[in-house]
């Protein structure tokens, strides 16, 4: 079998190929969250909601649909082989189920959400993507280290582009920014909202063909809303809620879905149908389009060493992409 796919080639693309199907999915995935930063700094701009009621009212919109995508019918089209459902599983197999899908929940959809909001604080919209799109090398150590396996040359080489590429675009943000401090701490949220997502990114190849990427982005959204829920009643106030103007809800709305469930949805039907691995590389395309949506919307400037560093960046990942 020939493993090169010509995604060039009008042969290749015949609406039967699960693999042309992972490829349009990663594909959106990377086009609809490229623009979540831009919004979330318009947001900012325009408001003084904390990442965490950001984090609350973005998920309450969304809640409505992720109940939906659990409760939908899905279709039987799929072969014998390959049905995603749960009845059958006894009770052990379930109570795992339950624990990596609060897992996911939790990592992906909660915590790396929410760190990542709090660093956009701090940090430019072009900047916080190229950081977050690191995690392919975090996904890639961890593998590493799960299995006790050394990575190759290869991968070593990739992941070095893609810092030196990372440390270009942070020249970039350090010299327009009156203070540094700031750039560090809001490198560092993003940084770990990356390691986040990527334990995330991990668990979900384990268990999006048992129950399908739909009842997962469901289940996981709703065990994030109910994260966030127990986090605001300890330290929030519900009365920030009074001081939202339309334009505002506007937007956490636009990015409830098309930043959130879209996304979602498009993420987990890729990596159901082409892995974790190739999938993340296949997302090459959304620091770039971060960075021009926030030049377009926000007037943040590129320069030629955060050119320099996305160019680097996307050239790392697809020499990891060998190895994957």
Same mark, same amino acid.
């Given at each position: 079998?020939?493993?090169?796919?010509?995604?060039?080639?009008?042969?290749?693309?015949?609406?039967?190929?699960?693999?042309?199907?992972?490829?349009?999915?990663?594909?959106?995935?990377?086009?609809?969250?490229?623009?979540?930063?831009?919004? $979330?700094?318009?947001?900012?701009?325009?408001?003084?909601?904390?990442?965490?009621?950001?984090?609350?009212?973005?998920?309450?919109?969304?809640?409505?649909?992720?109940?939906?995508?659990?409760?939908?019918?899905?279709?039987?089209?799929?072969?014998?082989?390959?049905?995603?459902?749960?009845?059958?599983?006894? $009770?052990?197999?379930?109570?795992?189920?339950?624990?990596?899908?609060?897992? %996911?929940?939790?990592?992906?959809?909660?915590?790396?959400?929410?760190?990542?909001?709090? !660093?956009?604080?701090?940090?430019?919209?072009?900047?916080?993507? %190229?950081?977050?799109?690191?995690?392919?090398?975090?996904?890639?150590?961890?593998?590493?280290?799960?299995?006790?396996?050394?990575?190759?040359?290869?991968? $070593?080489? !990739? $992941?070095?582009?893609?810092?030196?590429?990372?440390?270009?675009?942070?020249?970039?943000?350090?010299?327009?920014?009156?203070?540094?401090?700031?750039?560090?701490?809001?490198?560092?949220?993003?940084?770990?909202?990356?390691?986040?997502?990527?334990?995330?990114?991990?668990?979900?190849?384990?268990?999006?063909?048992?129950?399908?990427?739909?009842?997962?982005?469901?289940?996981?959204?709703?065990?994030?809303?109910?994260?966030?829920?127990?986090?605001?009643?300890?330290? !929030?106030?519900?009365?920030?809620?009074?001081?939202?103007?339309?334009?505002?809800?506007? %937007?956490?709305?636009?990015?409830?879905?098309?930043?959130?469930?879209?996304?979602?949805?498009?993420?987990?039907?890729?990596?159901?149908?082409?892995?974790?691995?190739?999938?993340?590389?296949?997302?090459?395309?959304?620091?770039?389009?971060?960075?021009?949506?926030?030049?377009?919307?926000?007037?943040?400037?590129?320069?030629?060493?955060?050119?320099?560093?996305? !160019?680097?960046?996307?050239?790392?990942?697809?020499?990891?992409?060998?190895?994957?």
């Amino acid at each position: 079998m020939n493993s090169k796919v010509n995604f060039f080639n009008s042969e290749t693309y015949g609406i039967s190929s699960s693999a042309q199907l992972g490829f349009v999915f990663a594909i959106f995935a990377a086009i609809t969250s490229s623009s979540k930063a831009v919004f $979330v700094k318009l947001i900012y701009l325009q408001s003084n909601i904390s990442a965490l009621e950001l984090l609350l009212v973005r998920l309450l919109i969304a809640l409505p649909f992720f109940i939906l995508l659990i409760i939908w019918p899905r279709t039987r089209k799929v072969s014998e082989s390959k049905q995603i459902a749960t009845e059958g599983f006894n $009770v052990k197999e379930q109570l795992k189920i339950g624990l990596i899908l609060f897992w %996911l929940g939790f990592t992906g959809y909660y915590f790396a959400s929410l760190t990542d909001f709090i !660093g956009l604080s701090y940090i430019s919209a072009g900047l916080e993507r %190229l950081v977050l799109f690191t995690y392919p090398t975090l996904v890639l150590a961890i593998e590493s280290i799960w299995k006790r396996k050394a990575p190759s040359m290869t991968t $070593v080489s !990739g $992941v070095f582009i893609c810092y030196l590429g990372l440390f270009a675009a942070f020249s970039h943000d350090l010299s327009q920014a009156g203070q540094s401090e700031e750039i560090w701490i809001g490198v560092g949220w993003v940084a770990l909202s990356g390691l986040s997502f990527a334990f995330y990114y991990l668990a979900t190849s384990s268990i999006v063909a048992k129950i399908g990427a739909r009842k997962l982005t469901g289940y996981a959204g709703v065990v994030a809303t109910i994260c966030t829920l127990v986090h605001f009643a300890l330290v !929030g106030d519900w009365t920030f809620l009074q001081s939202l103007t339309n334009d505002v809800l506007l %937007l956490i709305a636009a990015i409830s879905i098309l930043c959130t469930i879209l996304p979602s949805l498009f993420l987990a039907s890729a990596i159901q149908r082409l892995g974790p691995g190739l999938t993340a590389n296949l997302g090459s395309i959304g620091p770039m389009l971060t960075i021009l949506i926030a030049w377009w919307l926000l007037g943040e400037t590129i320069s030629a060493a955060q050119v320099l560093g996305m !160019g680097l960046v996307v050239l790392g990942i697809h020499q990891m992409k060998k190895v994957a």
